[in-house]
Structure formats: C-alpha cells, structure tokens
C-alpha cells in the first residue's frame, strides 16, 4: 500500500465556496502531480512540482492552484467552486533520479459542486 | 505533442478466457512502459513495467510485450478472475517528469 493520502475522501459543496484538497506523502518523493480524472477515465494533468517551492501547471488548464512549502504536502486550492469542477481529483508522487518513473496515486478526492 | 493511444476502451471477458489490451506510443525518446490497474474507489496501482531494453516480461498470470520498432506494447492477462474486472491505464515515460497515459481500458471478466 502506497503511504499518500488525500483529504477528503468525498467533498459536496455549493457554488463560490473556498475549498482546499489535502494530499500527503511520507515517502520523500520530489515530485508531486495532480490529475483530474472525468467520467470517462481518462487521467489529465493538472499541476505538478519538482521539489520544495516548484510548481507547473499541467496540460489541462485549471482554475486551481497549488502550493509545494514542504516535501510531503501538496494542497490543491479552489478559490471559487463551480458546477464545472466536478470530477475525481487524483494526487500522485514520483521519485527523482531513478531510470523510471513509478508514480503512487492516492485515494482520490470526489468533488461535487453544487 | 506526444500520445498514447489505447484499445480497447472496453473489454468483456468470459472467468478463465484471455484479455489482452494494446498501446501505441508517438515519441520514440520513450525508455519505461509502466501498467496500472485502477479498482473502484481506489488511484491507479502500478501492476508491471517493461522498460525499453526488454522484449516481454511476465509476473504470474500478467505478461507485457513491447515492440519498439513499432511502438507497440501490449498486456496479456491469462486465465481471467473476476477480480481482474477493473479500469486498466498503459503509460509511457521518456525522462524528466511527465508521464503520458493512455485513455483506459474498462475491463470486466464475467463469472
């Protein structure tokens, strides 16, 4: 069992409302991801971050923003929710300096936006 | 940009048959093919990985072939379970930090 955790697990929440999606690893990986997964499966990329104060934005575009201050935590952020960002969200980490480049996915957080 | 196309984005299998899903890659750069399995409820799980100096491995009932001239790999799962039934993503990595996934592959093995 991969040691990332994403709070919370199910969000449901109305329209213009601040939320923040929690992710977490205890592995010291230095690269985090976070992907949007539609019904349909399919997994895009919408932040990821090399290190401790580095952060990208993926190639899905995103009204979220992250924030990487410590090695372990990589929040995501909606300043204002809206129906259109109902998805799974799924966080991931990665280690560097390795020919490959496994990633371990988290839970996943299921936003509804009301 | 690069891609991986994936086939089939749906797959029914008798318990015991055979599934096999197949990748194609567009950057010829790429080095490692990793495999994950995504239950309901649950992240993408790394199942197998072939890297590009390899051919084909093979853990138990899960084989991966690759074939780098055609830019073909594919996942072979024999004598099928139900609790194979799950949502299959191949991927391909060619350095720094992306890693470019596949559509997905819904795989359900009837009982």
């Known amino acids: 069992e991969a040691d990332i955790y994403q709070t919370p697990r199910y969000l449901v929440i109305g329209t213009g409302k601040k939320i923040t999606l929690e992710c977490s690893q205890t592995m010291g990986h230095d690269k985090m991801y976070w992907y949007q997964q539609d019904p349909g499966m399919e997994l895009h990329l919408i932040h990821y971050?090399?290190?401790?104060?580095?952060?990208e934005k993926g190639d899905l575009s995103s009204e979220s923003t992250v924030s990487r201050i410590r090695t372990e935590h990589f929040p995501l952020t909606l300043e204002s929710a809206r129906p259109s960002h109902t998805s799974q969200y799924l966080c991931?980490?990665?280690?560097?300096?390795?020919?490959?480049?496994?990633?371990?996915f988290g839970p996943g957080t299921r936003l509804t936006v009301l | 940009g690069e891609n991986v196309e994936q086939h089939p984005s749906t797959l029914s299998v008798q318990e015991g048959d055979s599934a096999v899903i197949k990748c194609t890659y567009s950057d010829s750069a790429s080095n490692y093919f990793p495999w994950y399995k995504q239950e309901l409820g649950k992240g993408p799980q790394l199942i197998i990985d072939?890297?590009?100096?390899?051919g084909e491995k093979k853990d138990q009932r899960i084989a991966v072939t690759l074939n780098k001239t055609a830019k073909h790999f594919s996942l072979h799962i024999t004598e099928t379970q139900p609790e194979d039934s799950a949502v299959y993503f191949c991927?391909?990595?060619?350095?720094?930090?992306?890693?470019?996934f596949g559509a997905g592959t819904r795989l359900f093995v009837k009982a």
């Open positions: 072939i890297r590009s100096n390899v």
């Open positions: 971050s090399y290190g401790v104060n580095s952060t």
């Open positions: 991927a391909a990595f060619s350095g720094g930090f992306k890693t470019i």
């Open positions: 991931a980490s990665s280690e560097s300096g390795t020919g490959d480049n496994e990633q371990f």
